[in-house]
Each structure stands twice: as structure tokens, then as C-alpha cells.
């Protein structure tokens, strides 16, 4: 099992940026995919970026696209999101997670199939 901090989060004026972190931590993951959800107040987790298990590819969810960018170290040991021009719809608690399975190549966008998940940092936006 991998254990997963986030930090970075707190309250931001619309259009401003915040950089959340994941510090990963137990057993190698270096062949599993990652990513970020949210869960907005009233709202069902939801996916909003994912980094293949080899750093080759990124996903964004369609909301996010061309405003946020998900990377990592060299170590693969944190996972970043630069969130840029953030919006009052963004306000959730956001989480990152590791996949069940390896070797995927693909990063999957149900919450179902990431097995490790950090305890959450919120994230609220001002309009």
C-alpha cells in the first residue's frame, strides 16, 4: 500500500494559482499510474488529471484543460497540480490517488479504479 499527503491547499481569489503537492510514500509505485480528484461541496468525486505510470502522458479533464498541469519529480516520489486561473467552481476538497494496477497504458478516470488514496486538501476559491 502507498501512502499519499497532499498539500497546498487553501483560499484563493478567482483567477489566482495554487500549486497542490502529493508526497508518496511505501511500497513502489513507479509503475502505476496517478492522478487528482475533487469533490466539490454537494458533489460526487471527480476526476481532473492523471499521469502515466512512465511520465509519457498526461490527462485533463475537459473543466481543467489548458488551466491546470499535472507533473512529478524525478523520483516519481510527489505529484504536483498547478492550478492557474482558478475559478469559484474549482472550490473542492482535492485528492490524489495511485491506480490498482500497473502497467497501464492509460491513466482511468473512475475513482473505483485507484486503490490508495491521501486524506485530502481543500481547495476554496473566492469570486
Known amino acids: 500500500q502507498v501512502q499519499l499527503v497532499e498539500s497546498g491547499g487553501g483560499l484563493v481569489q478567482a483567477g489566482g494559482s495554487l500549486r497542490l503537492s502529493c508526497a508518496a510514500s511505501?511500497?513502489?509505485?513507479?509503475?502505476?499510474?496517478m492522478a487528482w480528484f475533487r469533490q466539490p461541496p454537494g458533489k460526487e468525486r471527480e476526476f481532473v488529471a492523471g499521469?502515466?505510470?512512465?511520465?509519457?502522458?498526461?490527462y485533463y479533464a475537459d473543466f481543467v484543460k489548458g488551466r491546470f498541469t499535472i507533473s512529478t519529480d524525478n523520483a516519481r516520489n510527489t505529484v504536483y497540480l498547478q492550478m492557474n486561473s482558478l475559478k469559484p467552481e474549482d472550490t473542492a476538497v482535492y485528492y490524489c490517488?495511485?491506480?490498482?494496477?500497473?502497467?497501464?497504458?492509460?491513466?482511468?478516470?473512475?475513482?473505483?479504479?485507484?486503490?490508495?488514496w491521501g486524506q485530502g486538501t481543500q481547495v476554496t476559491v473566492s469570486s
Open positions: 490517488a495511485v491506480e490498482r494496477l500497473p502497467w497501464r497504458a492509460v491513466v482511468p478516470t473512475r475513482a473505483a479504479d485507484f486503490g490508495s
Open positions: 511505501g511500497r513502489t509505485f513507479s509503475t502505476y499510474n
Open positions: 499521469i502515466s505510470w512512465n511520465g509519457r502522458n498526461t
